[in-house]
């Protein structure tokens, strides 16, 4: 045994030899970075390990049989991996195997056919309506504060996404209508309402806003120095908001968003209100989202289909005994 690239010494060289050369390959021929290299060494040598403790234990890499690497997804999945992770590991074994077959030291990719199994999709908390409610009660206590409670409002009356406050300018909002108007993703615009808590805000706001702005500064929100905001700065103001006020969960922008179309979807039921109202391209998305699961879509459908109106009346004359003619 000797030590190599791959950075191990306790594993046979018919294993690391190759895989030596294949990171020579990526950062001589490929001219792949230093990172990307260290990921692909991190994924071999994990396969390696693997490998050498089977029984029997696989010695060459023309011995990796395709059984052999969905036994080894199989194992990533147990240890917990992420089927991100798996799906990565894979590829670099894919990548590996290509390689090998154009060195002539294998004839076929036993990765090629193997896929990992998906992840599920992680989904912030809605933050409590009481609670959230409390925290954006709280008594702003100099100009800056004023500023960040109408953030903080906007984002929750109206689900905002960060870039989109950011970027909002004067010429965007109309307080007088109760509506501002946003550019969201793929440059689709949408006029959105603004809560009465969240236009009360604004309002003291700009009442404030032109001591600080700078001459010629179109953005709603700016920084003490008076130019726009940036999307950092809203972060790190909404965290220091939480904290100051006693919140039980850190606040972020998003969790503002996504209690928007949490607590409108819980009091309402409109899916595609809400679709709307987040600028959602695909309604799938917004099931994601809003975390619906099949009953809710169930009961939204019972609701509101015109057939299943017509089953449920129909159970229901029979109940009343009205439909026992037949």
Do not use: C
């Amino acid at each position: 045994m000797s030590r190599n690239e791959s950075g191990n010494d306790s594993l046979p060289d018919s294993l690391t030899g190759a895989v030596a050369a294949f990171l020579h390959y990526l950062s001589a021929e490929r001219r792949h970075s230093p990172h990307t290299r260290e990921g692909y060494q991190r994924d071999l040598t994990r396969l390696m390990h693997w490998a050498t403790v089977q029984s029997p234990p696989v010695e060459q890499w023309e011995q990796l049989t395709v059984p052999d690497v969905r036994r080894y997804a199989a194992t990533l999945n147990r240890d917990g991996l992420s089927g991100r992770s798996i799906a990565r590991a894979l590829s670099a074994i894919r990548r590996f195997y290509d390689y090998l077959i154009r060195e002539y030291r294998v004839r076929s990719n036993p990765a090629l056919d193997v896929r990992a199994p998906k992840s599920g999709r992680r989904l912030p908390v809605a933050a409590d309506a009481d609670q959230l409610g409390y925290l954006l009660d709280a008594r702003p206590g100099d100009p800056l504060e004023v500023r960040d409670l109408a953030m903080f409002e906007l984002l929750y009356s109206s689900g905002l996404r960060l870039a989109e406050l950011t970027g909002l300018d004067l010429s965007h909002l109309d307080l007088r209508s109760g509506e501002v108007r946003v550019l969201g993703k793929g440059n689709r615009e949408r006029v959105l309402p603004v809560g009465r808590k969240a236009g009360k805000a604004l309002r003291d706001w700009l009442a404030l806003r032109p001591a600080l702005a700078a001459t010629g500064e179109s953005a709603v929100f700016v920084s003490q120095r008076g130019q726009r905001l940036s999307a950092r700065s809203v972060q790190q103001r909404l965290d220091r908001w939480g904290r100051h006020h006693g919140a039980d969960q850190h606040l972020h922008p998003h969790l503002l968003r996504h209690s928007f179309a949490s607590h409108l979807l819980e009091s309402s039921g409109d899916l595609r209100a809400v679709q709307e109202l987040l600028g959602h391209a695909d309604i799938a998305t917004t099931q994601v989202y809003t975390h619906l699961d099949f009953q809710h879509l169930a009961r939204v459908y019972d609701d509101a289909h015109p057939r299943a109106r017509r089953k449920k009346a129909i159970a229901s004359a029979q109940g009343d005994g009205k439909g026992d003619s037949l």
